[in-house]
């Protein structure tokens, strides 16, 4: 088992790491938009969902893995009406490959952001 950890994406803001690999498998944990220093997106979902992306590409590299090894997604929205933007942004990063995925809606999310997602990717070898 290895911890995952970049300076590219925000720091865990708890007890959990940005993310493990088991074997060839990373798991995420939950990327929210905030900027690699910490900084809070505020602004649409758009907005919101763009800076995720962007920390999820950095722990995924880190983990030798990327958007295309994805297997999993797990997606949850404050507010399901803005699901349509939402995966309008989700399209532009998965628009050939196209993992499997659940998406949530969900009563808060941290920082009272928008949007959280997390993954599960192969490991390039």
Do not use: W
Not at 7 to 31: D, R, T
Request: aromatic fraction near 8%.
């Amino acid at each position: 088992m290895n911890i995952v950890n970049t300076k590219k994406a925000p720091a865990a803001i708890g007890p959990y790491a940005q993310g493990i690999v088991v074997n060839n498998l990373f798991y995420s944990s939950g990327q929210i938009p905030l900027t690699a220093e910490g900084t809070l997106v505020e602004g649409t979902i758009e907005e919101q969902t763009h800076q995720v992306f962007a920390n999820l590409k950095a722990v995924l590299e880190e983990a030798g893995a990327s958007l295309e090894t994805v297997v999993k997604a797990t997606v949850f929205l404050s507010d399901m009406n803005e699901f349509v933007p939402f995966n309008e942004v989700y399209g532009e990063y998965f628009s050939a490959h196209k993992p499997a995925r659940s998406c949530v809606e969900v009563a808060r999310l941290p920082k009272d952001v928008k949007v959280e997602i997390e993954v599960i990717a192969l490991v390039k070898s």
